[in-house]
């Protein structure tokens, strides 16, 4: 894990937000390398889920809400963990969390730590609007994206064409007032989702069937951008630690260094968030069928993953370590630069020239890193560290018979390719 860190440090992937001022704990910065990465996952997840489906729409709701939604949603009542207080330093922890209390008194040494009883301590995030002091309302960042879904429900089904079942697809920021963020990104109190809100019929089979859909198909996503199975499991909640509105939930569960650790869940939800802003805002909630005429309010089948923690788990998935050579094996659909062109030498005007004519042409449609440091042996080593796949190199034959010799990363093998076939060929090792 510690190796993971420094790389992501070293090579742009994440930073520690505001670390100049000393930082915020519980917030992550993403550098040059981390935001590709990102960027290209959440493009991935978006492609999947709403430009290859018919069934499913995009939504981009606003983190600032009404606070009643999220009184209907039931986050302002139970949205929290029991806490218990060390009476010596007040560090608050979660009261389940058994290891980490006994890790704590052991850091009081002789001290006998007495704990206070376990008190709900909510985790919405407060902020305050309003342009004068003392005439402020207070309101919430929103603790998951899933409300603005919900409110919006009934704005998409009459402003689009989609019918039962169908899916509402939203990727965004959430924050919650964590008591103790950690394992580096893995908990922070600022963090982003991407989720989809499938409606379908208020039906125990109808929503079994799609449960267990939904569950076998973002399993086989994230093994479709080369995470290994055997980091991978599913994890069905008991009925005594579900979430307030979930009538079935299974997680899905990475193999962490620090032992298994929920990345995504799948929850059934029923009619439960629906039912529950009809019930506070006094709306209509209903569907009615086109077809048949019945009316009634859909249940909820959620699919809901965490952008940075799905980021961290890829990252910690690719990391190798080879013959003393360090690599990150990212599929090349999330590896940040699809290539990187070097010059074999940086004060050669002929060599420089054809590769920045090769490093302009390419980058119209590639993700592509450009590198006239140092000597070769570096430059394969920094890109390797970001995971890039394939390393373009000009050099002295190029100028004559028009062929660049490209170096893959996982194997380190080169072959001769023809300029003129570049696109081509990256494009036909990426998608
Ligand atoms: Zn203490």
Excluded at 59 to 80: T, Y
Aim: charged fraction near 30%.
């Amino acid at each position: 894990m510690d190796k993971v860190v420094a790389l992501c440090k070293r090579r742009g992937f994440i930073y520690p937000g505001s670390e100049i001022y000393g930082g915020l704990a519980g917030t992550w910065d993403y550098g040059p390398a981390g935001t590709e990465l990102k960027r290209n996952l959440k493009e991935l997840w978006w492609k999947e889920m709403v430009q290859l489906r018919e069934d499913i729409v995009g939504l981009d709701a606003a983190i600032m809400m009404n606070p009643k939604a999220w009184e209907a949603s039931g986050h302002v009542e139970a949205f929290s963990d029991p806490l218990v207080e060390c009476k010596i330093c007040h560090q608050r922890f979660r009261a389940d969390k058994e290891v980490e209390i006994k890790e704590h008194e052991t850091t009081h040494k002789e001290e006998k730590v007495e704990w206070t009883s376990p008190e709900q301590f909510n985790l919405l995030v407060k902020a305050y609007l309003g342009v004068l002091e003392g005439k402020q309302s207070e309101i919430y960042l929103r603790g998951e994206i899933t409300n603005g879904v919900h409110v919006n429900f009934k704005n998409v089904l009459d402003s689009t064409r989609v019918k039962i079942p169908f899916g509402i697809a939203q990727i965004g920021k959430a924050f919650r007032n964590e008591i103790t963020p950690g394992n580096f990104t893995f908990r922070s109190r600022e963090f982003e989702q991407m989720e989809v809100q499938f409606y379908v019929k208020n039906d125990e089979k109808k929503a079994e069937k799609w449960f267990d859909y939904w569950k076998q198909n973002r399993m086989d996503w994230y093994l479709s951008l080369g995470m290994k199975k055997e980091n991978l499991r599913f994890r069905d909640h008991a009925p005594g630690e579900r979430a307030h509105y979930a009538k079935a939930a299974t997680d899905i569960e990475y193999q962490a260094p620090w032992g298994w650790s929920e990345f995504m869940g799948i929850h059934q939800r029923g009619d439960w968030d629906l039912s529950r802003h009809r019930q506070y805002s006094g709306q209509d909630m209903k569907y009615r069928d086109p077809q048949t005429g019945e009316e009634y309010i859909p249940w909820d089948i959620e699919t809901s993953a965490g952008v940075d923690r799905s980021a961290l788990f890829i990252l910690i998935d690719a990391y190798t370590e080879e013959n003393g050579r360090v690599y990150l094996k990212l599929h090349p659909k999330l590896s940040p630069f699809k290539a990187a062109v070097f010059p074999l030498l940086a004060n050669k005007d002929k060599l420089v020239e054809k590769a920045k004519k090769i490093y302009d042409d390419l980058k119209k449609d590639f993700m592509v890193a450009w590198d006239d440091r140092g000597n070769i042996g570096k430059r394969y080593a920094a890109q390797d560290e970001i995971g890039t796949p394939f390393c373009i190199t000009v050099d002295f034959d190029s100028l004559n018979d028009e062929m660049v010799t490209i170096r893959d990363r996982d194997s380190a093998k080169q072959e001769r390719v023809r300029v003129v076939d570049l696109r081509a060929y990256l494009d036909g090792k990426i998608k």
